[in-house]
């Protein structure tokens, strides 16, 4: 049978090494942060391209303790997209911020840069006939100050970093670059979680390199972001255990899933690699085969994670019969995402509309995504294909 994802042929490669690992962490005694989890922060900005790594609990926690570096609290609006995990938005309200929604572009999922710049227009001027806005009354909408930006990069693809900076900075604003799903992911020679002031990502087991547990990672170039990181870790510890400067959380990242990512990181590259292969796979398989499906597009200065291959029906219908027909044969599909965060109960009380953003409303009933890892082989994608087309069992 086919996995949505396959961590158990990655597990029998990596068996011995990471039950090795593990056992030495066990014998040392040293549980959280260490030595292990020094190393792995290291070799994680050395990747990634950044001067300083901060690893947490996870990638929810990594957006957490960003926006509480950076001050960010009830009054600050910050941007981001309806068309992404929970997490993203969520950790906006978690810092009591307000989240501002901002719609994504049809070909890369992610946010696009010029309804960026409308929304922030908007929000200076409390105008929502420029661009859709929470639904406060009026005075609470004028109190709002714009504070941030948290691009995503949705399925591995990283967001235009270039242009979301460009008007970021324009307007006074720090972005945050969400690369959960992108890290190992690159663009003109810039690897996810180093394109932004700040790069956060997951290390949940589903995720392109990720733990056997929860973790994640905050990437950051200055040393005093990244002292004022390490001590949110920790309950806001000062130079002494004891000490408390300032609020935190415990935020750490434990040594046994350190191991596991430092075992892992070994085969990374290798992974990446087998996962364009799929990608290129699928692709031409796709087109070969004339169904109506938009396969994702990546453009020739980019590399994509990879962390979910995504394809668009022509409607909601289509997409259930693609879907329907690769169930019958066993073949696992997930829809990311089904619901946009603006529609979602848990943002009800942002007041946002059915139609405020059209371009993710559209996609969460068309899009789709069937089985990605780099174990999967060509007669797999094949099989896969093939079922979409239906006919006889
Ligand atoms: C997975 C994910 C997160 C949260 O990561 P966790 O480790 O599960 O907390 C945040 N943002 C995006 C886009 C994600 O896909």
């Given at each position: 049978?086919?996995a949505?994802i396959d961590l158990k042929t990655q597990f029998a490669r990596i068996q011995d090494d990471v039950e090795q690992a593990v056992c030495s962490v066990m014998r040392s005694?040293q549980f959280?942060?260490g030595p292990v989890v020094?190393e792995l922060e290291?070799r994680l900005?050395?990747y990634?391209?950044?001067?300083?790594?901060?690893s947490?609990?996870?990638?929810?926690?990594?957006?957490?303790?960003?926006?509480?570096?950076?001050?960010?609290?009830?009054?600050?609006?910050?941007?981001?997209?309806?068309?992404?995990?929970?997490?993203?938005?969520?950790?906006?309200?978690?810092?009591?911020?307000?989240?501002?929604?901002?719609?994504?572009?049809?070909?890369?999922?992610?946010?696009?840069?010029?309804?960026?710049?409308?929304?922030?227009?908007?929000?200076?001027?409390?105008?929502?006939?420029?661009?859709?806005?929470?639904?406060?009354?009026?005075?609470?909408?004028?109190?709002?100050?714009?504070?941030?930006?948290?691009?995503?990069?949705?399925?591995?693809?990283?967001?235009?970093?270039?242009?979301?900076?460009?008007?970021?900075?324009?307007?006074?604003?720090?972005?945050?670059?969400?690369?959960?799903?992108?890290f190992g992911?690159?663009?003109?020679?810039?690897?996810?979680?180093?394109?932004?002031?700040?790069?956060?990502?997951?290390f949940f087991p589903a995720k392109p390199l990720g733990c056997y547990g929860d973790g994640?990672a905050?990437?950051?170039?200055?040393?005093?972001?990244?002292?004022?990181?390490?001590?949110?870790?920790?309950?806001?510890?000062?130079?002494?255990?004891?000490?408390?400067?300032?609020?935190?959380?415990?935020?750490?990242l434990d040594a046994m899933q350190a191991a596991v990512l430092l075992t892992k990181l070994a085969i990374f590259d290798d992974e990446m690699?087998e996962?364009?292969?799929?990608?290129?796979?699928?692709?031409?398989?796709?087109?070969?085969?004339?169904?109506?499906?938009?396969?994702?597009?990546?453009?020739?200065?980019?590399?994509?994670?990879?962390?979910?291959?995504?394809?668009?029906?022509?409607?909601?219908?289509?997409?259930?019969?693609?879907?329907?027909?690769?169930?019958?044969?066993?073949?696992?599909?997930?829809?990311?995402?089904?619901?946009?965060?603006?529609?979602?109960?848990?943002?009800?009380?942002?007041?946002?509309?059915?139609?405020?953003?059209?371009?993710?409303?559209?996609?969460?009933?068309?899009?789709?995504?069937?089985?990605?890892h780099p174990y999967?082989?060509?007669?797999?994608?094949?099989?896969?294909?093939?079922?979409?087309?239906?006919?006889?069992?």
């Amino acid at each position: 049978m086919t996995a949505f994802i396959d961590l158990k042929t990655q597990f029998a490669r990596i068996q011995d090494d990471v039950e090795q690992a593990v056992c030495s962490v066990m014998r040392s005694g040293q549980f959280i942060l260490g030595p292990v989890v020094a190393e792995l922060e290291e070799r994680l900005a050395q990747y990634a391209g950044t001067r300083h790594c901060v690893s947490c609990a996870s990638g929810t926690d990594a957006l957490v303790m960003a926006l509480m570096a950076k001050g960010v609290g009830p009054g600050d609006a910050v941007f981001t997209v309806p068309f992404t995990f929970m997490a993203t938005a969520e950790a906006i309200a978690t810092v009591g911020a307000t989240p501002v929604f901002v719609d994504i572009e049809p070909d890369s999922f992610n946010m696009d840069p010029r309804a960026l710049d409308r929304a922030i227009k908007a929000l200076n001027a409390a105008d929502r006939s420029i661009h859709p806005l929470p639904g406060l009354d009026h005075e609470a909408l004028e109190a709002l100050r714009p504070k941030a930006v948290i691009a995503v990069d949705l399925f591995g693809l990283t967001a235009d970093y270039p242009a979301i900076n460009g008007i970021a900075a324009k307007h006074g604003l720090f972005v945050i670059q969400d690369a959960a799903q992108s890290f190992g992911a690159s663009a003109d020679n810039r690897r996810a979680g180093s394109m932004a002031d700040i790069g956060c990502t997951s290390f949940f087991p589903a995720k392109p390199l990720g733990c056997y547990g929860d973790g994640g990672a905050v990437f950051v170039d200055d040393a005093d972001l990244d002292a004022v990181l390490r001590s949110i870790r920790v309950h806001g510890q000062g130079s002494d255990k004891y000490e408390n400067i300032r609020l935190g959380i415990t935020g750490r990242l434990d040594a046994m899933q350190a191991a596991v990512l430092l075992t892992k990181l070994a085969i990374f590259d290798d992974e990446m690699g087998e996962r364009q292969r799929v990608a290129r796979s699928y692709s031409t398989t796709i087109a070969d085969s004339g169904l109506p499906l938009v396969v994702p597009t990546v453009p020739e200065t980019h590399r994509s994670a990879w962390a979910q291959y995504t394809l668009i029906a022509a409607d909601s219908a289509s997409r259930e019969l693609f879907m329907s027909r690769l169930a019958e044969r066993s073949v696992p599909t997930a829809i990311y995402y089904a619901k946009s965060l603006h529609e979602q109960e848990a943002f009800a009380y942002l007041g946002y509309a059915r139609g405020d953003f059209p371009v993710s409303e559209d996609m969460s009933e068309r899009v789709f995504s069937v089985p990605m890892h780099p174990y999967l082989e060509d007669s797999q994608i094949r099989s896969i294909v093939d079922a979409m087309k239906g006919g006889e069992l």
